[in-house]
């Protein structure tokens, strides 16, 4: 239910699910869950190293999009409330 809403909230389109802005906001979204996990999981070192991956890949999504557009990257970041990538 939360991907459908994630999704509807970002989409650029009527039948937008694979656009930039989507895909950092689903994985934002699952990254703060992962995080939540290893606060009481603190040895699970598969999830944190699967966390690792999701965060190089939304920064890899970010950096284009700021190539890209930058006003949309602005938009972006401050809705979801993340730092801007370097």
Do not use: C, P, W
């Amino acid at each position: 239910m939360e991907k459908k809403e994630i999704i509807d909230k970002f989409k650029l389109s009527e039948n937008d699910t694979g656009s930039v802005q989507v895909q950092v906001a689903l994985l934002t979204q699952r990254i703060n869950h992962l995080n939540e996990h290893l606060k009481l999981n603190k040895k699970d070192n598969h999830s944190r190293r699967g966390l690792l991956q999701m965060v190089g890949k939304r920064k890899g999504f970010l950096l284009y999009l700021k190539d890209k557009d930058i006003e949309a990257y602005r938009k972006l970041i401050k809705e979801l409330g993340i730092r801007e990538v370097k």
